[in-house]
Antibody
């Protein structure tokens, strides 16, 4: 059974840093591009970025590129999203996903940015 | 960024009714490689999104064939031929031809 399990979310203060993790199982993680997508409380979907299957290339939404970093550890079948200098508008549910060639989604992890 | 305009924003249907959702792009989604990277997703209440359609008209694995996608250039349509109760939720189109990927605002399918 394919599983993507995100963790690392929660309540964080503006300006802080946060690192989300996504552990994959049930498929060959190192074969797939992986992405992060977020959904705001108002249900707007926003693509954050992608990382190539071997980690050699990343792609970001320009508005997030300077604050968010995507990485992966194929030995651990884990995808990461490092968020820095978070703002209230980063409040959202964050999903890890591989949707280009397959349809794999995590359950989502909530991040709330508030003082 | 490419703007995807979905209409309608809310769609009321009865079980068995056929419905369509439109997704119009601010730019052609035909890529230089000949592919059109237009996807459709469904998010059921309380669930993660699910990919229904990829590359305009290709049905995802396990997706019922009452779903179909069509279109080209800037104009795309998702059709459900005979709505079932499990189809209720919010439908999103997304393009990956032009960086950054962008989503439509969503169409909520509800029971009439």
């Amino acid at each position: 059974e394919v599983q993507l399990v995100e963790s690392g979310g929660g309540l964080v203060q503006p300006g802080a840093s946060l690192k989300l993790s996504c552990v994959a199982s049930g498929f060959t993680f190192s074969d797939y591009w992986m992405s992060w997508v977020r959904q705001t409380p108002g249900k707007t979907m926003e693509w954050i970025g992608d990382i190539k299957y071997d980690g050699s290339y990343t792609n970001y939404a320009p508005s997030l590129k300077n604050r968010f970093t995507i990485s992966r550890d194929n030995a651990k079948s884990t995808l990461y999203l490092q968020m820095s200098n978070v703002r209230s508008e980063d409040t959202a549910t964050y999903y890890c996903t591989s949707f280009y060639h397959r349809d794999y989604w995590g359950q989502g992890v909530m991040v709330t940015v508030s003082s | 960024d490419v703007v995807l305009t979905q209409t309608p924003s809310i769609l009321s249907a009865t079980i068995g009714q056929s419905v369509s959702i439109s997704c119009r792009s601010s730019q052609s989604l035909l890529d230089s490689d000949g592919n059109t990277y237009l996807y459709w997703f469904l998010q059921r209440p309380g669930q993660s999104p699910q990919r229904l359609i990829y590359l305009v008209s290709n049905l995802g694995s396990g997706v019922p064939n009452r779903f179909s996608g069509s279109g080209s250039g800037t104009d795309f349509t998702l059709k459900i031929s005979g709505v079932e109760a499990e189809d209720l939720g919010v439908y999103y189109c997304m393009q990956a031809t032009h960086a950054p990927n962008t989503f439509g605002a969503g169409t909520k399918l509800e029971l009439k």
